[in-house]
């Protein structure tokens, strides 16, 4: 077995117009966790963020939702990671991914930012070493599209698809848990 994940950070944008965006998939994805084992998330000002702390099995995990907005998301998890002690090898990060499509999720372990402003600020805090839930949204087609594309809520077929893929990624999270990574990602990596 691999190393357990103690800390999951979902990525997005506080605020009410910002709940069914897609750039929110990580929220959405902590959210569902916390709906699963009856997690409440609480705003933690020393922490920059709302954060859940849940039981799953015999796994204990904190979950947290930054409320520095994207740019600034690494802060949030680094401080909470610091208080706790967490190593960021047992940091997962779930986040919104263009460069995969919606409804299907990818895990993986360190690796570039891909231009995402929230992992940018992620490896700034952490290190590149964390883990990530990659949460496909599609891609616009154009670059120049690309703010728009994920601050703006996804078609109703995308939305359903997405939902599947966090159901999907969630359905996977004792093995994630407990480090059983590449059992995980066989499951969430076939079709």
């Known amino acids: 077995m691999g190393t357990p994940i103690r800390l999951i950070a979902g990525l997005g944008n506080p605020g009410s117009q910002y709940d069914k965006t897609r750039h929110n998939a990580g929220f959405w994805f902590v959210d ?7 997690g409440k998330f609480a705003v933690e000002k020393r922490f920059s963020g709302e954060v859940c702390k849940l039981q799953v099995g015999s796994a204990t995990v ?9 740019n600034r998301s690494g802060l949030a998890v680094k401080q909470l990671a610091s208080f706790y002690q967490i190593p960021v ?7 919104d991914e263009l460069d995969i499509a919606p409804g299907d999720v990818r895990l993986k372990l360190a690796g570039g930012h891909g231009g995402h ?24 087609g154009d670059r120049n599209k690309v ?45």
Request: hydrophobic share 45%; aromatic share 6%.
């Open 32 to 38: 569902e966790l916390a709906r699963r084992y009856s």
């Open 89 to 95: 090898e047992q940091i997962l990060v779930a986040h």
């Open 147 to 191: 703010v728009d594309y994920v601050l703006s809520r996804p078609s109703l077929d995308d939305e359903i698809v997405i939902s599947r893929a966090i159901d999907k990624a969630a359905d996977q999270i004792e093995l994630i848990l407990s480090g059983e990574m590449q059992k995980a990602m066989n499951a969430l990596h076939t079709k």
């Open 117 to 140: 402003n929230g992992l940018r600020d992620c490896h700034a805090h952490l290190s590149a070493e964390y883990w990530r839930l990659r949460l496909g949204v599609g891609h616009p």
């Open 62 to 70: 904190w979950l947290i939702k930054p409320m520095t907005f994207m």
